[in-house]
């Protein structure tokens, strides 16, 4: 019987592997990683890290954009089946239709679509920095793919810019409904800050206390007293959540999302060891398409 753990641990180190995990991973591969974070973190971290393999936990866009941002680097999916359905819902061919149409406007791709969307795409974003690339984008009209509730998010915060909305959405966070909230907290019969993820839909963030990132959910919950957070997202992020704050206690909808959690400890040894599922990307397109994920990185800091 394979120790995965043990292997995960041995092979890492013999091949100095690094292991990035989303908040959404399962426990064990969490705790095995040597980094875990939010969409935009992982993007970010991926470029600083000295090692030459990486080993992804995540959904495959995120392995993508790492290889799109560190092409020199061998990136690796523990399962090709970690694919996000949301990607799908944008092509390039029907996003460049809709930009015939409003020819003034900037495209502003989310994360979560295709290395093909990107490319055509002025800047991406993710749910923790859209606001701020949307702002500081040089453009009073936005196209936003693929999500319509991250896009519709902003734009009630950035009043003066039109952003045209795509009608894209996350299959996990699109089927959560304000009764679901209100039912859980009539049924808690206490106080409860809540927390929303932008991907929900307005009806949800409008009962909210906090919308964010799951990077900038954890944070909020640092900088706050109160001790019951009902977290809306995917349950992955109870990991660090119960991890970080002991004395807090955290409340959940049971949302899951079936691709983050398909990479196994099983999945995450075989990649190791065989170096199996590289991420690999037609240059002129990976070019193409690490202009806008840059555009990203530079809006997203940009006072
Ligand atoms: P975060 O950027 O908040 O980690 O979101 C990633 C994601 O896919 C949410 O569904
Ligand atoms: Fe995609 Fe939604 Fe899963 Fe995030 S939670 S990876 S947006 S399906």
């Known amino acids: 019987m394979i120790n995965y753990?043990?292997?995960?641990?041995?092979?890492?180190?013999?091949?100095?592997?690094?292991?990035?995990?989303?908040?959404?991973?399962?426990?064990?591969?969490?705790?095995?990683?040597?980094?875990?974070?939010?969409?935009?973190?992982?993007?970010k971290i991926g470029l600083d890290v000295p090692?030459?393999?990486?080993?992804?936990?995540?959904?495959?866009f995120m392995a993508e954009s790492a290889k799109i941002l560190s092409p020199h680097k061998k990136v690796l999916l523990p399962n090709m089946n970690a694919t996000c359905s949301m990607v799908e819902m944008a092509t390039k061919k029907e996003v460049l239709k809709?930009?015939?149409?409003y020819k003034d406007a900037k495209i502003v791709s989310y994360v979560n679509s295709s290395t093909e969307v990107k490319s055509i795409s002025d800047a991406c974003c993710t749910s923790s920095n859209a606001y701020d690339v949307i702002q500081n984008i040089d453009a009073e009209e936005i196209i936003f793919v693929p999500d319509q509730h991250l896009g519709s998010y902003i734009q009630e915060k950035v009043d003066h810019k039109r952003i045209i909305?795509?009608?894209?959405?996350?299959?996990?966070?699109?089927?959560?409904?304000?009764?679901?909230?209100?039912?859980?907290k009539e049924k808690a019969n206490q106080e409860l800050q809540i927390l929303v993820h932008?991907?929900?839909?307005?009806?949800?963030?409008?009962?909210?206390?906090?919308?964010?990132?799951?990077?900038?959910?954890?944070?909020?919950?640092?900088?706050?007293?109160?001790?019951?957070?009902?977290?809306?997202?995917?349950?992955?992020?109870?990991?660090e959540l119960k991890n970080k704050y002991p004395d807090r206690r955290f409340h959940s909808l049971n949302i899951l999302c079936g691709p983050m959690k398909c990479i196994t400890l099983q999945d995450l040894y075989e990649c190791l060891l065989y170096e199996k599922n590289e991420i690999i990307l037609e240059e002129s397109l990976r070019e193409k398409a690490e202009k806008s994920l840059v555009n990203m990185l530079t809006l997203s800091e940009k006072k």
């Not at 041995?10 to 399962?26: F, Q, S, T």
């Not at 809709?98 to 149409?101: C, D, H, T």
């Open 5 to 43: 753990k043990e292997e995960i641990i041995r092979l890492k180190e013999e091949k100095n592997i690094v292991i990035l995990a989303h908040y959404y991973m399962r426990d064990e591969i969490q705790e095995l990683a040597d980094y875990i974070g939010d969409s935009y973190y992982l993007s």
């Open 165 to 184: 909305l795509w009608n894209g959405f996350c299959c996990v966070h699109h089927n959560i409904r304000a009764k679901d909230v209100l039912h859980y």
């Open 51 to 60: 090692h030459d393999i990486i080993a992804f936990c995540g959904v495959h």
């Open 198 to 239: 932008p991907e929900c839909r307005a009806e949800v963030r409008d009962l909210a206390d906090f919308v964010g990132s799951t990077g900038q959910m954890i944070q909020y919950v640092g900088q706050r007293n109160e001790k019951d957070f009902l977290v809306v997202t995917e349950e992955g992020i109870f990991y």
């Open 98 to 101: 809709l930009k015939e149409k």
